[in-house]
């Protein structure tokens, strides 16, 4: 019996074009518009858990198998198994990208590491850090049998009242380019010579696909608003929030995803000239430009049933550029729909059908992911291993920047074997508010069922066996009473409870009333290290500041808090410095760091640190109070 031949798209020795144009010539136009669709989690109707074979190009993970909630990551692949091979079921048997928001390690899955948000891994400068982080968080998401991380944020924060302002590395363009690097922890480093038209990802099973978010401007909305209007002249667009666009591409960024924000009134997801003009045409992007979750609908803020509006959405936005459609509510209605503009309407054209495909397959074909789309994992022991845990804790103890360090001495380093200690504040023994939003759930809900270790926790494993740690939210007057004979110093953890995208802080940059009272009751008694737990800089009221002896931002440090007792405890020196300017007064916001009238608390690039003998040694000038 005569051999059927292996179809060129099949064949991992012949080069990725041929392999994308013998794919597409072979595909119907529902089998394309498929490709460009990617759903969210599937919920299986059977009871052996399979699934009908799936003609799309891709699915989001979301917090994993609805059967458990939150997953640990043998359940994650199990899932994500099931998916591939129903995928693989398929006529052309063309496999999944299966991604996930894991923006500060596989944030989603249970007992995983999770390191500091992006705003603290910025104040770090440490380009190398940041890549050692890609790599581990590469390796959980691959042991989760993943392959694609909606990551990372390159945002350029401009405005604080911004609420995700903690997804951004810096309001310092250069600082934010610098970050990228993580792009080759995730993806790892293109070889020498690689051809500059594809993409890239290294094989072997623990690199995934990146996606450099969100094109663009959406840190610099008018306003600070959550998905609003960025208004300023194309050359500062190009030049504060463009920018680092240039340095993800030049290391083989494999997808972009299309901001939620507007620039000068039109909805990024619609605008040709920058999805298609500039970044696949001037910048030469050659992956795939993808939507955010239900990007599409806000376009004409669509409302369900309305089908002549979806139609007018799908249209907008696959002409402006947009290549896959990540949650569309109804995937099957906008396939029909895309189908219909294309074949009834002729309002879409074929070959923007075909341009969006075959970016979808190069990036497939370049990721492997045709060749092993159920390949070996690493070992579920990889998630949460002695290596990545030292890689946040290191990542958490170079975030840290000491704004202050004692009115007339320093006061820290502390002392290790003190007599007896207070600890205080309702983020000192809390890991939901240590790790922040995106921690299993998007508000950071419930995240106290993760692993890691706290403030508290930490303090109490590094302070000698004779000295006394006592814990109160709030010390009661009883014991503040007697708190100077009591104890030789506090430390007071307090900040901002867990917030997410339109999901809005509770407070604003501020500390809660009640929080600084406390502050400066426990400062009056006893001398108060205060670590401020924070997705950006917050409200320093003046009496507060002046009462305690030491402050630090902390940010948003993970699961490692053992990272911030390396530091206060004088193991290693602190080496943070801020990678946004920290305000006087809200009133001051947005507080562009060009404009005159710019007069901060601190400005940006400010960090305080030890000398040889406990001196501030950093030649930064200290707070003057």
Known sequence: MEEVPIPPYKNPNESIEVRVEDLISRMTLEEKIGQMTMMGRV????????IDPLIVGGANGGRGPYEYDPAPVEKWAEMADKWQEAALKSRLGIPLMLGVDAVHGHNNAYRTTIFPHNIGLGATGDEDLIRRIGEA????LRAAGLNYTFAPCVAVVKDLRWNRCYESYSEDTEIVRRMTSIIAGLQGSPPDGYEDKYPFVARGGNNVIACAKHFVGDGGTEGGITEGDTKMEYERLERDHIA?????I???VCTIMASFSSYNGQKMHSHKFLLTDVLKGKLQFKGLIISDWRGVEKINQWKEGDDADYYICAALAINAGIDMVLGPPDPENFQRALVSLVEESKVVPVSRIDDAVKRILR???AAGIFDLPISKRPSPDVVYCEMHREIARESVRKSLVLLKNGKSKPFLPLDKNARKILVA?????NLGYQCGAWSIYRNGENADRKNGITILEAIKEAVGHDTEVEFEIYPSSNTLS???DQFEYAIVAVGERPYAEYLPSETGPFLQPNIVDMICSVADKVPTLLILISGRPIELKGEMLEKVEGLIAAWLPGTEGNGITDVIFGDYDFVGKLPVAWFKSVDQLSMDHEARTHDPLFQVGFGLGYGSEGEVG?????LPI
């Open 250 to 252: 030049s290391q083989k």
């Open 482 to 484: 007697s708190a100077k």
């Open 425 to 429: 504040g309702n983020h000192a023994n």
């Open 363 to 365: 990036v497939k074909f």
């Open 43 to 50: 919920k299986s109707k059977r009871s052996d858990g399979s």
């Open 618 to 622: 950093t030649g930064s000038p200290r």
């Open 137 to 140: 968080t590469a390796m959980e």
């Open 244 to 248: 680092p666009y240039l340095d993800c």
